[in-house]
């Protein structure tokens, strides 16, 4: 398949001109801060205490809801009160260094953050729903042999600021701010599927996702949000404790054989450890099933045999199968399965009663279908021969 011209879109000042992060030693960042911590820093700052849990509600409010970035803007707080804030703290959002949209309209965000590190997040506008993909590391370390990704370097964990800032630059962008509970949204699913392994970064990902739900800011419904791991199996239970949203299984294999090729984490944690956590899972319910991503990889894991494997495989948990048409990118080692091979695949998976949609692959045009996300943080790290900073 030919993809098409890359579009490359001007960023015009009033839509996406964001304030950088404060560099080292610079405000404190009131974004990713749960509700007890940012009443404590107003507290700190010099808020009075009885006074705090109010001011902090109606911060949290223009920040979350609103989406303001700067303190002058909170009218229904005293002027002078809006000058202690802004002496205090910052209101701040990645940096947006290109925002691309691909003909089917999926946007991609490149987006700097602290240290000058850069990660991408992903927008895909669908008729009954708006997906936001969002980063969870800059780089990943599990090499998964099919992912491009894998092929960047871990540098570091993202905040949960970043993480979060990547909901609130989308929303900018796409001008959805100050809704209400029945107008539509443009962004009304979020999924951690982007560049790195949420569970490799477990803490910041469940207090961003908290924000996320909190239904006086961001507001999206624990079910409207999707953690996609590849099997950190020991920390699979705490998804489901802590964060309370639907499970993925990035899978991809029906042997460990083929698992330990595709994604080496398998070594570490096999298909039958995988699965036993998967049967454990403290949401697991028909309502809300496991889904497991399965890339569809010509002559590698696409057979009638792997398909009756998988069934077999994922008897008795409550589930649904994503095929995902294998989407190329520059040095791949492998190739797309063919249409009519997918289609077989899935009839053998869908007879044995779990759904299996063949995703549609977006914004392959502009390098931001599922597994082509790389930033150019490396890139841009050679060119200025410095190395990455360790993860945090």
Known sequence: MSAAPLKAVPITPEVVALPRKPAAGGLPDL?????ETLRAALIEAGTPEKMARMRTGQIWQWIYHRGVRDFEAMTNLAKDYRGLLARNFSISRPEIVTRQISED????????????????????????????????????????????????????????????????VARDDLGEWGKGPLDKRFISNIVLMGMGEPLYNFDHVRDAMRIAMDNEGLSLSRRRITLSTSGVVPEIARVGEEINCLLAISFHATTDEIRDKLVPINRKWNIAELLDACRAYPRLSNAERITFEYVMLKGVNDSDAD??????????????????????????????????????????????????????????????ACGQLKSASERARRARGGEASAPV
């Not at 997906?131 to 960047?152: D, K, P």
Request: charged share 20%; net charge positive; glycine share 10%.
């Open 31 to 35: 974004v990713g801060l749960d509700r």
């Open 105 to 168: 309209g999926t946007r991609k965000y490149l987006l700097r953050v602290a240290g000058g590190s850069e990660i991408e997040a992903v927008y895909i506008p669908e008729t009954d729903r708006g997906t936001l993909c969002v980063s969870s590391q800059v780089g990943c370390t599990l090499t998964c042999s099919f992912c491009h990704t894998g092929t960047q370097r871990l540098v570091r964990n993202l905040t949960a600021a970043e993480i979060v800032g990547q909901i609130l």
């Open 307 to 368: 398909a009756r494997r998988l069934v077999k495989l994922i008897s008795g948990i409550p589930a649904k199968i994503n095929l995902i048409p294998f989407n190329p990118w520059p040095g791949a080692p492998y190739e797309r399965s063919d249409p009519d091979r997918i289609e077989a695949f899935a009839r053998i998976v869908n007879r044995a009663g779990y759904a299996s949609p063949v995703r549609t692959p977006r914004g392959e045009d502009i390098m931001a």
